[in-house]
């Protein structure tokens, strides 16, 4: 293995991290002082301007949908090329949607690319790659434990030019979005079928009569307004059966090749989040006393500067690994590295930043610092994509299984 950056990344790189110096972090506070005026005009569930002024130089400055690898559409990155540029971009939690890089747009754009017919990209895709529309994604259900994705009870059922779909959704990404004009829906086509072959997934515009959004959903008390996290009723909702995608029975089918890169990504941008928190956490060890000496030369807080690198290291090393194996053999020969990143990226990112909380005194618990918030995001991502309890599962049987005796 090679972890040499080739040169097209290391010159992204570099642009990158100059354009979130120059414009994104210094856009934090502007960040901020809008959403708490949202707040006050009862104005939560709109574009934030901040972001949106932004977007036009990430473009002009060439960063603009840098996520899609062996794609005529994006960058043309592999999964090793953008792993990290994701990590620059997670120093700041919404930095990645000034880049047109934000999850859950990036997975959906993924899905189109590979699955979708013609008319669905040109219908969908595009808007979404020039940035015009948001999407939201459409999977866990409140009724059911969606951790096991067989559980999931909602239906999408044919009815002559149509399917019909029905159901009760939560904690899907992206839909309290005005701009958010599309979901992609999973549900059952044929609970008869085999265990994995009843799921299929929908494209299902938001506009279609029957959706509603029914709530918000705050997480540590954030609600990502104006992205949410929403629960969504569906009911007889009818769109034409050719927003089907790719095929009845072949949902597991999708969210497998739309969850590998997805885990990447999140991993980065976790692996740039706790690098962030560090340098924090660094900077007011060095600037803070107490009992006589800074908060810097307590030995408590050197052992946690310490292993706070050494994790920070061991994650972004298996990551790129999995991202290396991703490119070399596919996602399906590096599930068990897949698994592994996504326990353990979120567990140290949120450690770190437990730390780094813990070294800001009361300042690291309010909204002063990014801290509350990196934290929030970090421990959240424990349960996105699936929960550690599923990917440890899967891990310890794929090392049993290289112990298990040969039958035969």
């Known amino acids: 293995m090679d972890f040499a950056y080739s040169e097209r990344t290391q010159a992204l790189r570099s642009r990158l991290s100059a354009f979130m110096a120059e414009h994104v972090e210094p856009a934090e506070a502007e960040f901020a002082a809008e959403i708490r005026a949202n707040t006050e005009a009862g104005r939560r569930w709109t574009p934030l301007q901040t972001i949106e002024r932004l977007k036009p130089a990430a473009q002009a400055a060439g960063l603009w949908n840098l996520f899609l690898p062996e794609s005529e ?63 939201g994604f459409a999977m866990t259900e409140p009724a059911v434990a969606s951790s096991d994705a067989t559980n999931i009870e909602a239906r999408i059922e044919r009815d002559g030019d149509d399917y019909v779909v029905n159901g009760r959704k939560w904690w899907t990404s992206g839909a309290g979005d005005p701009r958010c004009k599309v979901l992609i829906f999973m549900g059952k086509t044929d ?24 709530r918000p959903l705050g997480v540590f008390g954030y609600d990502d307004a104006p992205h949410g996290h929403m629960e969504v009723d569906f009911v007889d909702v009818r769109v034409p059966a050719a927003n089907l995608l790719l095929g009845e029975g072949r949902g597991f089918e999708i969210a497998q090749g739309r969850l590998g890169p997805g885990r990447i990504h999140h991993c980065m941008r976790l692996i740039g989040l706790a690098e962030r928190a560090l340098e924090l956490m660094c900077r007011r060890a060095l600037a803070r006393s107490a009992f ?68 800001h005194g009361g300042a690291g618990v309010c909204d002063d610092f990014p801290l509350a918030y990196a934290w929030a995001n970090a421990r959240t991502l424990r349960f996105a994509d699936g929960p550690d309890e599923v990917h440890r599962n899967a891990i310890a049987k794929i090392e049993l299984g290289r112990w298990a005796p040969r039958q035969g």
């Open 292 to 359: 006589g000496r800074t908060i810097a030369q307590q030995t408590v807080t050197q052992e946690r500067i310490a292993e706070a690198r050494c994790r920070i290291e061991q994650a972004r090393l298996l990551t790129l690994k999995a991202a290396w194996m991703m490119d070399t053999v596919g996602n399906k020969a590096a599930k068990a590295e897949i698994a592994m990143i996504k326990v353990v990226a979120p567990t140290m990112a949120g450690q770190v930043i437990d730390w780094a909380i813990q070294a």
């Open 73 to 135: 559409y994006g960058a043309g990155l592999t999964n090793s090329e953008y792993a990290p540029l994701a990590e620059i971009m997670g120093r700041v939690p919404w930095a990645s949607e000034v880049f047109n890089c934000s999850a859950p747009d990036t997975g959906n754009m993924e899905v189109l690319v590979r699955y979708g017919t013609p008319e669905q990209k040109r219908q969908w895709l595009e808007p979404l790659l020039r940035g015009e529309i948001r999407s």
């Open 191 to 214: 609970p008869q079928a085999a265990k994995h072959a009843q799921q299929s997934m929908i494209l299902v515009p938001m506009d279609a009569p029957g959706v509603t959004v029914l």
